[in-house]
C-alpha cells in the first residue's frame, strides 16, 4: 500500500497548487458528491444486472436492453449525447468485432452521454465503464453485478452529481464524455473502436477514468471495505497521481492500494480494462476497481452480493477526481514514457 505522511500529503498539495494553480472553481463538490447514493446506485444496478438483461452479452438482446436504459437515464436528467453526434450510440460493426478472433459476435454499440464544459469545452475529460457481461452458460444467467454492472451505474450516478453542479452554476469547465464500453470481455473492443474512431481528437483528451468492478472486497482487504486499487495514474502523469490522492485525502479518505500498479503485476491487470486502450495513445489514465473475488466471472455475481457502502464511496471518489480534473486550470502534464 501507498502511504503518504501528512508532510507529504503537505508538499504535494503545494507543488500542485503550484504547477497546477489548484482548483479555479468556488464551488464545493462536497454536496454534489453526496447526490451519489447507496439507494439510487443499488436502484440501478437491480435492473441493470437483472436476469431480464441475460448477462448482457456483447451485441445480444439484452446488452442492448441494458443500453436503453441507461439511455432513459440519461435523458430522466436532461443529459444529451454529445455534441457531433446523432444519438446516445456508437455503432460497432460485427466485423470490427470478429477481426482479431472471430467469435460470432453480433452488431454492438457504445453508449454515450455528454456534458458540455463552460471554459474548455474542447478539452474532454473521458470517464469510461464497460456495460456487456458474458451472457449465459449451460443455462446460467451471468449478471455481471461487480463487473461490470457496478461501474456502469457509477457512471450514472457521477453524471446526475455533474448535472446537478451544472443547473446550480457550478458545471465543469471542460466536458465530460460519459462513455459506456461494449465488447471488453471479448478483448476491450469498444473501447479500442473508440479509440481508433474517437469522436473528440485524442490529443483534446486530458484524462480516461475508467471504472471496473467497485462493489466488492478481495481477501486481501477481508477486515475493511474502505480501499480502492488505483492503477495507471502514474504511468503517464505525475500530475494525474497526485490529482488522485489529493482528492481522496480531501474528500473521501479511502485507503489507496497501488499493489496492481506495479509494472511487475503478474496479473497484468493495467492492460486488462478499458482505460488501456486511451493509455496507448499517451492520454494519461487510472483504472479503479476492488479486486477479485470469489465470484468473478461466475452466475453468482448478482447484485444481492454487493457492499453498497463501498460502491458509493468508489464511485464518489471517482467524481471529485473527475471535479478536479475537469475544473483546474491545467490539464495533466505526460511527464512520462
Not at 467497485?214 to 475493511?224: N, P, Y
Request: net charge negative.
Amino acid at each position: 500500500m501507498k502511504k503518504i505522511p501528512l508532510l507529504g500529503l503537505m508538499v504535494l498539495l503545494t507543488v500542485s497548487c503550484t504547477t497546477q494553480k489548484t482548483s479555479v472553481t468556488l464551488a464545493d463538490p462536497t454536496k454534489y458528491m453526496n447526490t451519489i447514493t447507496a439507494d439510487e446506485l443499488k436502484t440501478h444496478l437491480y435492473i441493470v444486472a437483472s436476469d431480464e438483461m441475460e448477462g448482457r452479452e456483447t451485441g445480444s438482446e439484452g446488452q442492448k436492453k441494458a443500453g436503453v436504459y441507461l439511455i432513459d437515464q440519461y435523458k430522466k436528467n436532461d443529459i444529451s449525447f454529445p455534441t457531433g453526434a446523432s444519438d446516445f450510440y456508437q455503432k460497432i460493426p460485427a466485423a470490427f468485432l470478429n477481426a482479431k478472433r472471430n467469435e460470432n459476435l453480433q452488431d454492438s454499440e457504445n453508449v454515450w452521454a455528454y456534458i458540455e464544459g463552460s471554459e474548455k469545452p474542447n478539452e474532454v475529460l473521458v470517464i469510461s465503464a464497460h456495460y456487456d457481461h458474458v451472457g449465459t452458460k449451460n443455462g446460467e444467467i451471468y449478471n455481471g453485478a461487480d463487473d461490470d454492472g457496478s461501474g456502469t451505474v457509477a457512471l450514472l450516478e457521477i453524471a446526475q452529481a455533474f448535472q446537478i453542479a451544472k443547473k446550480a452554476g457550478h458545471g465543469p469547465k471542460r466536458s465530460i464524455l460519459f462513455l459506456h464500453v461494449t465488447g471488453e470481455e471479448h478483448g476491450l473492443h469498444g473501447s479500442r473502436y473508440y479509440s481508433e474512431n474517437p469522436l473528440f481528437p485524442l490529443a483534446n483528451t486530458i484524462t480516461d477514468i475508467n471504472i471496473d468492478m467497485i462493489g466488492r472486497r478481495d481477501e486481501a482487504h477481508a477486515a475493511s471495505n474502505n480501499y480502492v486499487y488505483v492503477i495507471g495514474a502514474n504511468r503517464l502523469s505525475t500530475d494525474l497521481d497526485n490529482i488522485c490522492t489529493i482528492a481522496n485525502a480531501k474528500y473521501t479518505q479511502l485507503e489507496l492500494d497501488y499493489k496492481y500498479n506495479d509494472p511487475k503485476d503478474p496479473n497484468h491487470f493495467y492492460e486488462r480494462s478499458d482505460h488501456y486502450n486511451f493509455a496507448k495513445h499517451g492520454i494519461p489514465s487510472v483504472f479503479l476497481f476492488n479486486g477479485v473475488h470469489a465470484d468473478y466471472h461466475k452466475p453468482t455475481d448478482s447484485p444481492d452480493k454487493i457492499e453498497y457502502d463501498a460502491l458509493t464511496k468508489r464511485a464518489q471518489f471517482a467524481f471529485v477526481t473527475a471535479w478536479e480534473l475537469a475544473n483546474r486550470t491545467e490539464r495533466p502534464i505526460v511527464d512520462k514514457k
